[in-house]
């Protein structure tokens, strides 16, 4: 049965019945806002609330297989020779590959092969993994952009007493570390400081150093192993040599013997290239250069003093302050001096007094910095007194290009490892100056002020974006550049290698204009002298030499003493005029 109730209401208890039609449209009130409020507007912050409670989340729990990573490694020889092959040697070679094919089953594992391999090789020729497809269109100039660089972050020395920063050097493999060299070069202020500690640095942990390395003495300068990042090398404040593996902690697996090391603090050390990757060299104030094996740092390798002499007389040696090596040229070694010399070297001479092949005279002061150029080795950059200095092997009596000279003391510098035409400087003002040869010369594409107390040390990592700086007072300051100072433009390889050719030529016709110079008044002076009497052919003694001087000084007094009665006589003469003049007048009058 189906239940349901009829509700009725009258016509009237709805209203007035709404009977629609179409018109025009009429305006009927204009109400504009008021003036005012458009004078102030009311800025919308953010608000941020606190709560102490949440809402509640259910978790569910899903059963999943665990995947299991497991690390295999393959021991691969060169071509696939078995150890008791030398792949060098061509004898062995051929003697093993006739052997090979005159095997009964050579034939058959050919024809076995040859299946798959010609598969795969048509499959490599019908599609180029390598065809850039985008090659048109021309990529965003970085350029554009005007030079900029910005401090990341800042590590300071965690101890009370402050102590310099005097070398930095960047892990090979994790672009995340940072070593740092921290030591008090001031004799008198460095026997107040107890701690000697040197510390390894994360960037993303700015607060406290990730490792602490702890050498017998203060470290002046330290390096990171580039085929093994796990060890550094360091040279200490007393002529040490330390050497450091992160994975037995922070005291050195050893040390060198203190009577066979350096004389004076180690101011550079770098690591060779070697098979083994354990050889280094160092240099000191000292004036030696040595060689060593960090498996056995009980006494140096090889040992050379700087003496231009050839006599190895260490008293007489120049204190080495900078090394340069490229691994591409394994014989040669360079050394900047406190004199202002540059020395270059050759380590497999013959002779121990044939090491030292030639010298580049430069600079007025200490050579702090010397490296080449990453991507023209023959090219290396110099700095030190107020000037920095492009040189080129061919040329020695100049520098193909230099700054001009700063207010400030230049305290080290470093190429770009990724722009040849880029490198860096460091000055004791707190300023570090980005130089680009190729957009001007004369003064920095960018100076930046970083601190004010003075900055010692410089380095920049491979990928050329960061570059830390050390200051007086411990601080390191990581800074990133700007895309424009740290991409590789169009064609600058071929520009840069132009320019410096350009300089290069330059120099060298200079060299000979001064070189005709010298040899016609070396000709005219031999004239002179053979036509005075009384004097050897070919020499001026002492005795000729005063005895012109004499002639000379007698000459000149003579040819004065002549002028001055010349000009006596004339007056004289004049005023005997005169007198007759007025003598004529006054008889005249009477």
């Not at 404040?237 to 203190?258: C, F, K, M």
């Not at 702090?368 to 000037?387: C, H, I, M, S």
């Not at 520098?399 to 190429?415: K, N, V």
Request: glycine fraction near 6%; charged fraction near 30%; proline fraction near 5%.
């Amino acid at each position: 049965m189906e239940l349901f109730h009829v509700h009725s209401k009258r016509r009237g208890d709805f209203g007035r019945q709404c009977l629609f039609s179409d018109r025009q449209a009429e305006l009927l009130l204009d109400v504009l806002p008021e003036p005012s409020p458009r004078l102030r507007p009311a800025e919308q912050r953010p608000r941020e609330r606190a709560l102490q409670v949440g809402c509640h989340v259910s978790e569910h729990h899903v059963n999943t297989a665990c995947f299991e990573c497991v690390g295999a490694g393959v021991n691969h020889l060169e071509g696939g020779w078995p150890r008791d092959i030398n792949p060098q040697d061509l004898e062995q070679t051929t003697r093993f590959r006739k052997k090979v094919e005159k095997d009964e089953g050579y034939t058959s594992s050919v024809l076995q092969l040859y299946g798959p391999l010609e598969r795969y090789a048509r499959q490599n020729n019908t599609v180029d993994i390598y065809q850039d497809y985008f090659e048109d269109e021309e990529p965003a100039d970085a350029t554009q952009e005007p030079p900029s660089a910005k401090t990341i972050k800042e590590f300071r020395d965690p101890n009370e007493g402050r102590r310099s920063l005097t070398c930095l050097s960047w892990h090979p493999d994790d672009r995340r570390r940072l070593a740092a060299a921290y030591c008090c070069l001031e004799f008198q202020k460095a026997s107040g400081l107890a701690c000697l500690d040197s510390y390894i640095w994360d960037i993303e942990t700015p607060n406290r150093p990730e490792g602490t390395l702890k050498p017998a003495s203060a470290l002046v300068c330290l390096d990171y192993n580039p085929k093994d990042s796990h060890t550094l090398l360091g040279g200490c404040y007393n002529g040490q040599i330390a050497y450091w593996d992160t994975r037995r902690g922070a005291q050195p697996v050893e040390t060198s013997a203190l009577e066979q090391g350096h004389r004076e603090p180690v101011y550079k050390i770098i690591w060779l290239q070697s098979k083994a990757g354990t050889d280094a060299f160092s240099a000191s104030s000292d004036g030696q250069v040595l060689w060593w094996d960090v498996r056995r740092l009980s006494e140096p390798t090889e040992r050379l003093v700087l003496d231009l002499s050839r006599k190895e007389n260490q008293d007489r040696a120049l204190g080495a302050v900078s090394l340069e090596f490229e691994p591409t040229m394994p014989t040669k070694f360079m050394v900047g001096t406190e004199q202002g010399l540059v020395l270059s070297g050759n380590r497999k001479a013959k002779a121990q007094a044939e090491k030292i092949v030639c010298t580049f005279e430069g600079h007025h002061g200490a050579v702090y910095a010397l490296q080449r150029n990453p991507f023209f080795p023959k090219n290396f950059l110099t700095v030190g007194d107020w000037v920095t200095r492009i040189w080129s092997e061919d040329i020695r009596e100049s520098s193909i290009m230099s700054t001009r000279y700063q207010t400030s003391q230049l305290m080290d510098a470093c190429w770009s490892p990724v722009r040849p035409a880029v490198f860096f400087s460091v000055r004791t003002d707190g300023v570090l100056d980005v130089w680009d040869v190729l957009f001007k010369q004369n003064d920095p594409t960018l100076s930046l002020k970083v601190c004010d107390e003075a900055l010692l040390s410089l380095r920049v990592q491979d990928g050329g974006r960061l570059v830390a700086c050390g200051s007086q007072q411990g601080a390191a300051t990581l800074l990133d550049i700007s895309p424009g100072l740290s991409t590789l433009q169009k064609n600058e390889k071929s520009l840069v290698s132009a320019m410096f050719e350009r300089e290069t030529k330059r120099e060298k016709i200079l060299e000979a204009r001064q070189r005709e110079i010298r040899l016609k008044e070396r000709s005219r002076s031999q004239q002179s002298r053979e036509e005075e009497p009384g004097q050897d052919e070919g020499q001026d003694g002492p005795d000729q030499l005063i005895a012109r001087a004499e002639r000379e000084f007698h000459s000149v007094v003579e040819t004065e003493l002549r002028k001055t009665k010349e000009r006596e006589t004339h007056q004289s003469q004049c005023c005997r005029c005169d007198r007759e003049v007025c003598d004529t007048e006054q008889l005249r009058h009477r």
